[in-house]
């Protein structure tokens, strides 16, 4: 019954890299992103995609290190991981929004309705 479930989370050495995907099991989306919460923080934005056009942003602290991208048929969600510090552990999450304005903020997560239970990406030293 989970409209979106992720895989790929593990534990890997600083400086290696990780997969994860997300998969949507019904309907559609506007806008699909990742997040994550570090122990103790808030949940923050990582990368998000506008699917009309396959538009991507990212959050300063990833850019230039994590991709975000859609695939099979737009039914799976990927984010690719590279150069992973010890920052970057936390449980990442999934989420989708099936209806978009030009109002929302795309990179809080109140306007994304649909949410994975998340993954776990531990960075070791």
């Known amino acids: 019954q989970m409209v979106l479930e992720e895989s790929g989370g593990g534990v890997v050495q600083q400086g290696g890299s990780l997969r994860l995907s997300c998969a949507a099991s019904e309907g559609t989306f506007s806008r699909m992103a990742w997040f994550r919460r570090a122990p103790g923080k808030e949940r923050e934005f990582v990368a998000g995609?506008?699917?009309?056009?396959?538009?991507?942003y990212y959050a300063g602290s990833v850019k230039g290190r994590f991709t975000i991208s859609s695939a099979n048929a737009k039914k799976t969600l990927l984010l690719q991981m590279n150069g992973l510090i010890s920052e970057d552990t936390g449980v990442y999450y999934c989420?989708?929004?099936?209806?978009?304005?030009?109002?929302?903020?795309?990179?809080?997560?109140?306007?994304?309705?649909?949410w994975g239970q998340g993954t776990q990406v531990t960075v070791s030293a």
């Open positions: 989420a989708g929004s099936r209806w978009w304005s030009g109002v929302y903020s795309a990179t809080a997560p109140n306007p994304y309705d649909e």
């Open positions: 995609i506008r699917m009309n056009d396959g538009y991507t």
